[in-house]
């Protein structure tokens, strides 16, 4: 914990930084308003819910059961971590087989040990999103070190990443290729969604997306 | 020639503890971090390798292990190491992190870390003045000076986590206190949960649509306070003319509300799995020693009370005094002096592997509750001065519990201090955290959503006692 998925949700929903972030209790949310294909003839806004789910992975079981009910159709992921913490990082894989099992057993935590294995992410549908936290305080000596390790961290979770500093509104400014990003994988969580588009044009669809853990994690619910 | 063997053993057995204390760092404290300054690593297993040194002296002194000028020569060795560690090192450390998070003074940090060593240094001989543990003779340099300093804060501490330990150690153990609790009912909560969080998305909607038709009409302002956007607000009918800062208080609202419901489920679920835990033999086990604990709990309670009351302090240990009711009462006679060594290591030994995992137990559980990563640093390093007082007060304790023939090296070594003081001072402490946590623990009782207690391993707290 204490990676900034609070300081992350406020940037992305309110455009603005976070001043006073405080300890997540439980799970808090906001909405994002989203242009579905921006630019386009067929651009439609949409809500989306950014669910932040607190704690860290290695909650007492009874957290861990009370977070499962968050976990329930959730249209995407966003997991964050921490950049100048390597083991925010490691515990990503955790945080992703928590989310995506979704059938935490009560009395039990995972099904899974936590260890990678590609072939759950082989063919997992809802989309991923990596995101790395405090990328100021890394000095530029080392910026390339942590820049590939998060690269692979990101091909292991067949995801798109983003590295960027919460406190700095220029990381997400408009036409940035990390805005670029974003956008794509808010399209992609809207398509996977909604097969067929409707001809709705009032926001008026939600979409949940929830962050978790110590690591963010959006999961998309409707 | 025994005193180089002697060494030998010392100093691997120093060695061993120190990989304890490392491992113990590594894969319990810092888990979820990574170490970056190996000298909060380095640091922490040093004092907790001092530490049980110490309690391994007093193993061997029981014993009758190792020579025993070998034995007196390695007590004041470790006790200056670790009072110097305690008092010098590990405090400068603490300043120095402290400093380097802060980024104004990270220019200075050397500097800024010894003004707040000399600010801690003054306060801690301070502390002296109110309490009657010196006698005039003592030099202003000697070790008795920082002991019976490191001894008031230490035993303050023992006293307080036993103080509460014995109010949690009944409530945490007996499944009596257990509530019943239901699928369905957890259900029930879970529903609420999310409907309160519904509650709040679809207010967020509003805002956020809100503010987007405001922007999107050329106002950056969040309210419409003023005198154009009162008047906008009066002509237009459109979603931004809504009086955004009351809906903020409904979501502050709701949003506590989901808090507290998030609790309350996370409770509920670890209330039952308690339940169900009860129902496993180590769970019938745990609870059987619970009431033996409580028993244990209200009789220390009523000897600190007669102590404090009657203004007297037990002179003679447990050991002697059983085997001495068991010889004149009871009529059996066997060998005084070989079972009292015998019964008194055993003792001495239990006191010694609880207060240690308890303490370790306690002291992580801390540290998971209230670090986080700019904090970790500073954090264990206060625990490494905790566990460090804690021991060194521990050694002064247990002398109570030992036979006289062994107390006097603890005597010797640790010079002439006031123990009567600071057993009063134990028991008086003892009373007043009891008396404290008891009216915190009987309102979480008795209300429906406690936040409970994490359900780790229970015997942490109850066996801090001396």
Known sequence: HGVGKSSLVHLLCQNQVLGNPSWTVGCSVDVRIHDYKEGTPEEKTYYIELWDVGGSVGSASSVKSTRAVFYNSVNGIILVHDLTNKKSSQNLY????EALNRDVAPTGVLVTNG?????QFAD????????????DQIPETKRNEVLTRTAFLAEDFNAEEINLDCTNPRYLAAGSSNAVKLSRFFDKVIEKRYLSRDGNQIPGFPDRKRFGGGTLKSLHYD | MSFLIDSGIMVTSQVLFFGFGWLFFMRKLFKDYEVRQYVVQVVFSVTFAFSCTMFELIIFEILGVLN???RYFHWKLNLCVILLVLVFMVPFYIGYFIVSNIRLLHRQRLLFACVVWLTFMYFFWKLGDPFPILSPKHGILS????????GVIGVTLMALLSGFGAVNCPYTYMSYFLRNVTDADILALERRLLQTIDMIISKK??????HRTMFQRGEVHNKPTGFWGIIKSVTTSAPGSENLSLIQQEVDALEELSRQLFLETADL???KERIEYSKTFQGKYFNFLGYFFSIYCVWKIFMATINIVFDRVGKTDPVTRGIEITVNYLGIQFDVKFWSQHISFILVGIIIVTSIRGLLITLTKFFYAISSSKSSNVIVLLLAQIMGMYFVSSVLLIRMSMPPEYRTIITEVLGELQFNFYHRWFDVIFLVSFSTFTPFTSTKMSSSSSPAASAGPPFSICKHRL
């Open chain 1, 115 to 119: 260890d990678y294995d590609r072939e």
């Open chain 1, 94 to 97: 955790r945080w992703s087989l």
């Open chain 1, 124 to 135: 997992n549908q809802i989309p991923l999103l990596v995101i790395g936290t405090k990328l």
């Open chain 2, 143 to 150: 070790i008795e000076q920082l002991i019976s300093r490191v």
């Open chain 2, 269 to 271: 679920h670890a209330t």
């Open chain 2, 205 to 210: 909607k509003r805002m956020a649509m809100a």
């Open chain 2, 68 to 70: 025993s000028s070998s």
